[in-house]
């Protein structure tokens, strides 16, 4: 009996030395699953699958996953897909809190009119920085700002921090918003997509691992209406969980935006004659055995992701780093200074970015 009691106090100690980061990521994977708030002025996100809607699927005439960026080299990635003209525009009023999803997020209405959905937390910076890659290589991106400072009038929010909670004071936050006439009726899954198979649809399964995305649940892909080209867009929607380790890691800290992580971390890791594997994204096995299944939903979430990154037809992937290949340093320089990433980090990600697209061009 003796044994026993103390069998399980050790057990008791071990599960209470489980990092709260861990917890931390599986009250981040409920959260996501939650329904987005409704905002006051515009109808609530829409996150049903297109393809097992009926209605939603007879919506989808003319799909697009890719365009032509045309010349690349003369892309500006500092602005990105908005451009400069298009920046949000102090002051910021506050409209609404989106209560889904990992970071805090919220509406607010800028000096312009324009209606922006704002981040804060760790995906701010990188989700920035992966748009603008995505857009130069001819993938659809939202409109995506980092703004390093500010203040928004009227804050009433559950999550994010003091200072924004309390003072509404802007530090490091993405504004987001669609393209004008662009509103999202669904979402699309990896495995069920009409583009699998294409090259288009390889290209961007190798961004993927360019970028260390790894949190690739169907629920960040969004399929957007887009009235004014008749057209229905599909693409990546949420891109925050980049530019760290290879998949979900003991902190969130170390798994997004995080320099030293992303440098650390494997990119090719097997090829054969025709095909090529990359390590992103990564099977969270690890996380599981240490946490003793105190992650198990996040296991079970994110378990069968790993197919995105394997197997890539090596031609496709050599085509992507083709585009990625016309992008100058100048150009891979201005990704990361447009996340207001400090100069050491960006000249750190543009090392590894720059190597990662030699070892595509050489496949």
Known sequence: MRLNRLSHWALLCTL???????????????????????????????????????????????????????????????????GKANQPKPPFVFLSEDTGGTNPKFDVRDANGTKWRVKEGEEAQPEVAASR??????????????????????????????????????????????????????????????FYGTREFNGLRVMMAVINNWDLK??????????????????????????????????????KGNIDSFRSSGFIQSKTNSTVSFSTPKKPTGMLLATMGATAKSFAMRKDMDWIGNDIPIQDARW???????????QLTDVFRAANFSEEEVQAYVEVVESRITELKKL
């Open 320 to 330: 992507i780093g083709g585009l990625l290949g016309q992008l100058s340093h100048k």
């Open 16 to 82: 209470s030395a489980v990092p709260l980061g861990f917890a931390a990521h599986a009250q981040d994977d409920s959260a996501a699953q939650t329904t987005h708030a409704k905002v006051a002025d515009s109808d609530k996100d829409n996150d049903r699958d297109v393809r097992s809607n009926a209605a939603l699927w007879a919506k989808i005439q003319n799909p697009v996953l890719w365009h032509n960026p045309g010349n690349i080299a003369a892309l500006d990635l500092y602005w990105g897909a908005g």
């Open 133 to 194: 890659l995505l857009w130069a290589m001819g993938y659809y991106a939202n409109e995506d700002y980092l703004i390093p400072g500010g203040q928004v009038q009227n804050v009433k929010m559950k999550r994010g921090s003091n200072d924004l909670k309390e003072r509404g004071t802007l530090v490091n936050v993405r504004f987001a918003r669609k393209p004008d006439g662009q509103k999202k009726i669904g979402i699309w899954e990896w495995k069920t997509s009409s």
């Open 218 to 255: 169907d629920v960040n892909n969004a399929v957007y209406m887009d009235s004014k080209n008749n057209r229905q867009i599909f693409l990546v929607s949420d891109i925050g969980a980049s530019f760290g380790s290879n998949g979900v890691s003991w902190t969130r800290s170390r798994s």
